[in-house]
């Protein structure tokens, strides 16, 4: 997937802006706050549907304005499709592509994926359960829209399973309920299970390469999944043992008042040469890991759907050492990138790659080149 052309209107800092951006690397350079991070977050809106730093529109929306828009033309399977969205105050976000409606996200991440890079990823690796589970959850639906559908089901179930919970109601045959609540909970979480089954394996086989490389051979990266049903291989298999310890928790769950059993209490191991990252890895190590896990990321996309995501980097391009800098403009060869930086200085290093290079400035851009754009 490529995007030829993107237009965008009062959207953040930009009353309007224009870009066609080169179709391997585009960077975007310029002092803090000039709205660098603005024109990724409009090319997420308008491939994801959705922004990587906030889920309130309303916010993205320039200060004043009743509306914005972003349209683009992008090239994906060697059709050339138009895109365009348009969010006003106080109504739904409309997105079209070829003048089409598009309804749901998931019709549109149908169409299209996008990787991101951004500072905050780094806590996948530093931070809670909850941010790894977020991870896999995110990759796996870029690759299955049917996980994506059952992950959200999932979660609307245990939420209202969670809230009978605190509120009890002991009028209601209860024990009758919460066990209707754990049969979907089971028959969709199986589908969760599985799926993380899978794609730890297919996550262990693909970094296995790129991480030798990111770290010059110096070091094996693993991936381990934390769950009570990590060994089983049969969909029917986990629902049943989901079933079962669905109502075995039963009791401790209305004790405790929330569900103590799930896969929403899964965790993602990550081991480098066979120790826990969180808790021996180096900020360096830990960087570099992610990186591979963006990569591997990219390459199962590409593996599976017919075609390339495009890929976001956020202000992390500069944090890496200059030998992963290297390896990771190797990496994403070919790959269309957008690509933000506070300072021009590390420009230099795509002197000999397919780039176009950008100053941001005043709510505009710049091309300055340097990079090999081919007249571009
Ligand atoms: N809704 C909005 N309307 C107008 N300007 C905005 C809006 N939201 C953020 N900004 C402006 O965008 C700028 C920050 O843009 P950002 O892309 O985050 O900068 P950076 O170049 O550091 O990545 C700030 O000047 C901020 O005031
Ligand atoms: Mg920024």
């Keep these: 997937m490529k995007i030829k052309e993107i237009n965008i209107k009062n959207f953040r800092n930009y009353p309007y802006l224009s870009i066609k951006p080169n179709e391997n690397i585009n960077i975007f350079y310029g002092k ?9 977050e409009g090319i997420s ?19 004043g304005e009743e509306f914005f828009q972003i349209d683009a033309l992008i090239e994906n399977g060697g059709l050339e499709k138009d895109y365009f969205l348009e969010y006003s105050q106080n109504k739904k976000k409309k997105i079209t592509v070829n003048l089409s409606n598009i309804n749901s996200l998931k019709d549109l991440r149908r169409q299209g994926q996008i990787v991101t890079f951004i500072p905050e990823d780094l806590e996948i690796i530093k931070g809670g359960p909850s941010l790894r589970r977020k991870y896999i959850d995110t990759a796996i639906s870029n690759l299955d829209l049917i996980y994506r559908y059952n992950l959200s089901k999932y979660n609307k179930i245990l939420k209202e399973k969670n809230d009978l919970l605190k509120t009890r109601n002991k009028r209601l045959n209860e024990k009758f309920l919460f066990e209707a609540y754990n049969i979907q909970l089971a028959s969709l ?15 262990n086989k693909e ?53 103590t059993y799930g896969p929403q209490r899964d965790d993602l191991e990550i081991l480098a040469n066979g120790r826990d990252l969180k808790i021996y890895g180096s900020q360096g190590q830990k960087r570099s890991a992610i990186l591979s896990m963006k990569i591997a990321e990219i390459s199962l996309i ?24 290297k390896r990771l403009i190797e990496n994403i060869d070919g790959i269309q990138s957008f690509i933000s930086m506070a300072e021009k200085k590390n420009v230099e290093e795509f002197k000999n790659i397919l780039a176009n290079i ?17 007249g571009k």
């Design 358 to 374: 950008y100053l941001v400035k005043d709510s505009n851009i710049k091309k300055v080149n340097g990079g090999n754009d081919v």
């Design 45 to 63: 809106m308008l491939i994801s549907g959705k922004s990587f730093r906030t889920n309130k529109d309303k916010e993205i929306l320039k200060f």
């Design 189 to 203: 979480g199986a589908y969760l299970v599985l799926g993380r089954i899978k794609f730890i394996r297919d996550l």
């Design 302 to 325: 590409k593996k599976k759907k017919s075609s390339a995501p495009i890929l976001l980097l956020d202000d992390v391009f500069s944090e890496l050492d200059p030998l992963r800098r």
């Design 207 to 259: 970094i296995k390469d790129i991480h030798f490389n990111i770290s010059d051979g110096d070091e094996k990266l693993d991936f381990s999944y934390i769950s009570p049903l990590r060994d089983f291989e049969d969909i029917k298999d986990i629902e049943k043992e989901l079933i079962r310890g669905l109502n075995s928790a039963l009791e401790k769950d209305l004790f405790v008042k929330y569900s």
């Design 32 to 40: 803090n706050a000039a709205g660098k991070t603005n024109i990724l």
